[in-house]
């Protein structure tokens, strides 16, 4: 079987190829964009790679075209599927139909142990943020007690070095996003899913490029928890407004909170955490189940941990077990990954996008690095911080660093410098990533710390400017 992956390089869609190339199939794929790590984990994998939307690469037809989401009616490619009356599918069903769900046509390793003789076990991972982060060390917890699970994670976990895989047993750990699954089918890409274990971290308006409020997002998550079967288990945090309004819609799964202690949370919680996050004490209820000792940091992290913790327990993990994987756990590439440390100016890369997440990502670098001098960089590229949604808060997110460097798109329409105003003089804007590059090279001093923000490739601005600290 041949498919061909429209917008392949996408963090989800890179994972669906990887995937298809294990059940056996012939994969092919374009993109307008093509930056690593993506790029380099489809091209390990044996997958060809083609550069833009040509309808030449639909020739010979393949059996399926795979359409992500980013791709819309007006793509030539797009235009080319409809009018020769191609074989089509989004990537979530595609994931669905042929690795979450087995119908018979296609092997399923592991589905004999699963909940039912057709479905593989789906630990799913929802929230506006820490889905990625969180889905990793699921599976990660998973595979150090020698599960060997199957997982389709939103970024490439230092642990597997691959953003996904079949895996040999029937729990199968997905990043559940809320975006919608393609142009001809508006749903959240997660209401394909069905999990019987289903976290949802948090919710946050998002995505105004699709939503129109925050009541549109919480109807999709209501969606979400209808299909959790009674005898699953939902996972969230004990404070959060938005995901109890969600809840008070209607549930019918038992449901496990988390949070901190001083939060007098029911559930899991985080205690006698050291300062930066590093180290902290797991507790259900009353009973300590052990002590975390890691490199990540952050609150959210420990929150992040502690979903991993009571998903991993659902599928089977004593709680001892998981806390000991996790200080074995590595990571996410491009979640606060430390990139280089040239002449002592340590260079971070992050896919903080939203000002909760750039807020909290710098509340964890600043407890770690304590009073050394922290430069943000930040390049406002998801559709809602194109759109300027998030203008009037973007500002104190960035409270905790002691300079900012702000990039102002050619194409967005809104004045990134209004931004810089409200910041003062701690704060610049530049136009182009060189420039970005040249101001920073000459700004930075040893002991400086250099956190790069996007969910995209900005440029190459990481390799450029660890080459021009290198040249100084």
């Not at 060390?137 to 490439?156: H, T």
């Not at 948090?202 to 699709?210: K, S």
């Not at 008070?248 to 029911?266: H, K, L, R, S």
């Amino acid at each position: 079987m041949h498919i061909h992956i429209l917008g392949i390089c996408g963090t989800f869609m890179g994972g669906i190829a990887v995937l298809a190339r294990q059940l056996g199939y012939r994969v092919s794929g374009s993109d307008a964009n093509v930056y690593p790590p993506m790029s380099t984990q489809l091209a390990e994998q044996g997958i060809e790679l083609m550069e833009g939307y040509d309808p030449s690469h639909l020739n010979p037809a393949p059996d399926c075209v795979v359409i992500g989401n980013a791709l819309s009616r007006g793509n030539a490619a797009v235009e080319y599927v409809l009018n020769r009356g191609l074989n089509y599918t989004s990537g979530a069903a595609f994931l669905s139909e042929h690795v979450l769900r087995c119908t018979g046509k296609y092997e399923c390793r592991g589905r004999q142990d699963a909940g039912s003789d057709r479905d593989r076990w789906v630990l799913a991972v929802a929230g506006t943020h820490g889905k990625t982060t969180t889905s990793t060390m699921l599976a990660w917890i998973l595979e150090y007690a020698g599960l060997a699970p199957g997982f389709l994670i939103g970024g490439v976990p230092c642990n597997f070095d691959i953003s996904a895989r079949l895996g040999d047993a029937p729990f199968f750990v997905v990043e559940a996003d809320e975006y919608d699954s393609a142009f001809f089918d508006k749903r959240s890409k997660f209401v394909h899913y069905r999990p019987r274990t289903l976290i949802m971290n948090n919710l946050e308006f998002d995505h105004a490029d699709i939503f129109p409020d925050l009541a549109a997002i919480k109807r999709q998550f209501h969606h979400l928890v209808r299909i959790v079967p009674g005898n699953g288990l939902i996972i969230a945090p004990a404070q959060d407004d938005n995901l109890a309004d969600v809840l008070e819609q209607g549930c019918w799964t038992p449901v496990e909170y988390f949070g901190d202690e001083t939060e007098n949370t029911p559930g899991w919680s985080a205690r006698n955490e050291a300062v930066d996050g590093g180290e902290f004490d797991v507790y259900w209820g009353d009973d300590r189940v052990g002590r975390v000792v890691w490199p990540l940091l952050g609150r959210h992290n420990m929150h992040n941990a502690l979903a991993a913790i009571a998903a991993a327990r659902h599928a089977g993990v004593m709680p001892q077990h998981a806390v000991a994987a996790l200080a074995e756990f590595r990571g996410v590439k491009r979640r606060m990954e430390q990139r280089a440390v040239v002449d002592g100016v340590t260079v971070y890369d992050d896919f903080a996008h939203h000002p909760t997440a750039i807020a909290t990502t710098l509340e964890g670098l600043r407890k770690r690095v304590g009073a050394a001098r922290i430069i943000a960089v930040l390049e406002p590229r998801s559709n809602t911080m194109r759109m300027g949604v998030h203008q009037q808060t973007l500002a104190p997110s960035l409270a905790l660093a002691d300079e900012v460097i702000l990039y102002q798109p050619a194409d967005i329409g809104w004045d990134v410098a209004a931004v810089a105003a409200s910041i003062g003089p701690r704060a610049a804007v530049f136009d182009t990533v060189p420039a970005i590059v040249a101001h920073v090279a000459r700004l930075a001093r040893p002991g400086d710390q250099v956190l790069i923000m996007s969910n995209g490739g900005f440029g190459g601005i990481h390799t450029q400017l660890i080459e021009a600290l290198q040249a100084r």
